[in-house]
């Protein structure tokens, strides 16, 4: 599985960016998809994460810091999964990364993610 992230760019706070992560290979339906961040200085942190639990379905899963102000979602026929980010604040600069992994378990732990995107920076001013 390949992943390609794209989207980030520079916003003022309030604003809105939408992230998108597009993914080679098969299988795309089945996978649980994860959005991290890091900004500098600090860990790669958990965002929101969309599991695959059996065919067709699929759960959403947001950090508190994030929750009723980001969705994530997917299109399997795109193989592409979004990250709508609204009501932006200077916090939430950061590089945020695509990853990908099998099963739904465990989906806030980057260590149990088996592919990664290549980051798209997100900068929010004040």
């Known amino acids: 599985v390949q992943l390609q992230a794209s989207g980030g760019g520079l916003v003022q706070a309030g604003g809105s960016l939408r992230l998108s992560c597009a993914a080679s290979?098969?299988?795309?339906?089945?996978?649980?998809m994860g959005w991290f961040r890091q900004a500098p200085g600090k860990e790669r942190e958990f965002v929101a994460a969309?599991?695959?639990?059996?065919?067709?379905?699929?759960?959403?899963y947001y950090a508190d810091s994030v929750k009723g102000r980001f969705t994530i979602s997917r299109d399997n026929a795109k193989n592409t999964v979004y990250l709508q980010m609204n009501s932006l604040k200077p916090e939430d600069t950061a590089v945020y990364y695509c990853?990908?992994?099998?099963?739904?378990?465990?989906?806030?732990?980057?260590?149990?993610?088996?592919?990664w995107g290549q980051g798209t920076l997100v900068t929010v001013s004040s």
């Open positions: 290979g098969r299988a795309f339906s089945s996978l649980t």
């Open positions: 990853a990908a992994k099998y099963y739904s378990s465990d989906y806030r732990s980057a260590s149990e993610y088996g592919y």
């Open positions: 969309i599991t695959w639990n059996g065919p067709s379905t699929y759960y959403a």
